[in-house]
Nanobody, 126 residues
């Protein structure tokens, strides 16, 4: 049974930090681009960050550049999202996902990711 399980969400004050983790089980995603997405109430799911299979390349949404950092530890089947200088507009459910293809190219559309975690809530108070 393939699972992606996120953790690390919570309530934090504006300007604070959180680190999200996503652990994969049931199969390895070490050859896949892994991404983080988020969805706020009433809004569509949006791309946050992604990382290639070996960590050699990353991509970020403009809204989080310079504040968030994605990384991965393939030995642990884990992807991380370090979130610093959090803002109230970062409040959302955060999901990790695996690209459906073993590609070296980072893709940002949620539709091309076929494995998803259940999400973890991040709430930033002002």
């Amino acid at each position: 049974h393939v699972q992606l399980v996120e953790s690390g969400g919570g309530l934090v004050q504006s300007g604070g930090s959180l680190r999200l983790s996503c652990v994969a089980s049931g199969r390895t995603f070490n050859n896949k681009v892994m991404g983080w997405f988020r969805q706020a109430p009433g809004k569509e799911r949006e791309f946050v960050a992604a990382i290639t299979w070996n960590g050699g390349s990353t991509s970020y949404a403009d809204s989080v550049k310079g504040r968030f950092a994605i990384s991965r530890d393939n030995a642990k089947n884990t992807v991380y999202l370090q979130m610093n200088t959090l803002k109230p507009e970062d409040t959302a459910v955060y999901y990790c996902a695996a690209d459906s293809l073993a590609t070296a190219m980072i893709r940002t559309s949620p539709g091309v990711y076929n494995y998803w975690g259940q999400g973890t809530q991040v709430t930033v108070s002002s």
